[in-house]
Nanobody, 120 residues
Framework: VRLVESGGGLVQTGGSLRLSCASS????????MGWYRQAIGKQRDLVAT???????NYADSVKGRFTISRDNAKKTVYLQMNNLKPEDTAVYYC???????????????WGKGTLVTVSS
């Protein structure tokens, strides 16, 4: 299974980006999906998740600014990011069936990530 992220780049504070994550898996529609990010020197943290039933969950730091969505026909999950801030700078990773084993973040599959840089 491959998860391929795209849409990252350099944007100014207050700008917007839309990330996409395309899955190669035929059963994409039954997977919970998530976006995570990792800044330099920091751990990988939750950004947003969406279940197979379209229930969503967001980190407090992105609520009201980011929106996660999915298109099962295209086997793609999206992350619309608005009002970006320098602290949003990180590599953003897509994950299939994310969760935790104790304190460890786990997933069935991870993408390779896409870099988002927000300049001040």
């Amino acid at each position: 299974v491959r998860l391929v992220e795209s849409g990252g780049g350099l944007v100014q504070t207050g700008g917007s980006l839309r990330l996409s994550c395309a899955s190669s898996e035929s059963i994409f529609s039954v997977r919970d999906m998530g976006w995570y990010r990792q800044a330099i020197g920091k751990q990988r943290d939750l950004v947003a998740t969406i279940t197979s039933g379209n229930a969503t969950n967001y980190a407090d730091s992105v609520k009201g600014r980011f929106t996660i969505s999915r298109d099962n026909a295209k086997k793609t999950v999206y992350l619309q990011m608005n009002n970006l801030k320098p602290e949003d700078t990180a590599v953003y990773y897509c994950a299939a069936d994310p969760g935790y084993s104790g304190s460890y973040l786990i997933a069935s599959y991870w993408g390779k990530g896409t870099l988002v840089t927000v300049s001040s």
